[in-house]
T-cell receptor, first 113, second 109 residues
Framework: EAGVVQSPRYKIIEKKQPVAFWCNPISGHNTLYWYLQNLGQGPELLIRYENEEAVDDSQLPKDRFSAERLKGVDSTLKIQPAELGDSAVYLC???????????FGPGTRLTVL | DAKTTQPPSMDCAEGRAANLPCNHSTISGNEYVYWYRQIHSQGPQYIIHGLKNNETNEMASLIITEDRKSSTLILPHATLRDTAVYYCIVTYAGNMLTFGGGTRLMVKP
């Protein structure tokens, strides 16, 4: 069974540019999560989806970050415009229903220059 | 969610048991103890969880004290591939995971 797929694995952009990350969860998993992980720290939840609905987006900086999960499967996380402080690893996870046993993808490492 | 306290780092000899402690003195009655680990350049991986009873699976054992204020994750025969950051998380079922700093376990030959 394929795990959570994320792309790209690495992205380097200049500040003020837009960037987008894509996530394909495990088949059949209704709940999808986006996390941010800064160097040397644990992941922090940005947003959680239950099917197409964002059920917890309180930690998402809405002035520059946006996310969507249009058909309740794949999801995209966007930053526009990117700032230097956005350099981090962006992790996607999925679970069967709302469950604490989450399956994580490998992450996208973003570097903003 | 209750807070957890873990040592920042630990060493373990290959083939020996690795015992990773976690303090969660403010845990409430319905909160579970979850353990995840994160190998370098990978996403976190679920290991095990428990409520009150000790638990064992193919990866590890989880020992929870009777008062539930602390727990220990046991890797019975650590290998070099177990080198990772181990996160202890206390949360209600279905609630979000809040990762702390974790314990960086180094398994040495």
């Amino acid at each position: 069974e394929a795990g959570v797929v994320q792309s790209p694995r690495y992205k380097i952009i200049e500040k003020k540019q837009p960037v987008a990350f894509w996530c394909n969860p495990i088949s059949g998993h209704n709940t999808l999560y986006w996390y941010l992980q800064n160097l040397g720290q644990g992941p922090e939840l940005l947003i959680r989806y239950e099917n197409e609905e964002a059920v917890d987006d309180s930690q998402l900086p809405k002035d520059r970050f946006s996310a969507e999960r249009l058909k309740g499967v794949d999801s995209t996380l966007k930053i526009q415009p990117a700032e230097l402080g956005d350099s981090a690893v962006y992790l996607c996870a999925s679970s069967l229903e709302i469950d604490n046993e989450q399956f994580f993808g490998p992450g996208t490492r973003l570097t903003v220059l | 969610d209750a807070k957890t306290t873990q040592p920042p780092s630990m060493d373990c000899a290959e083939g020996r048991a690795a015992n990773l402690p976690c303090n969660h003195s403010t845990i409430s009655g319905n909160e579970y103890v979850y353990w995840y680990r994160q190998i370098h350049s990978q996403g976190p991986q679920y290991i095990i969880h428990g409520l009150k009873n000790n638990e064992t699976n193919e990866m590890a054992s989880l020992i929870i004290t009777e008062d539930r204020k602390s727990s220990t994750l046991i890797l019975p025969h650590a290998t070099l591939r177990d080198t990772a950051v181990y996160y202890c998380i206390v949360t209600y079922a279905g609630n979000m995971l809040t990762f702390g700093g974790g314990t960086r376990l180094m398994v040495k030959p």
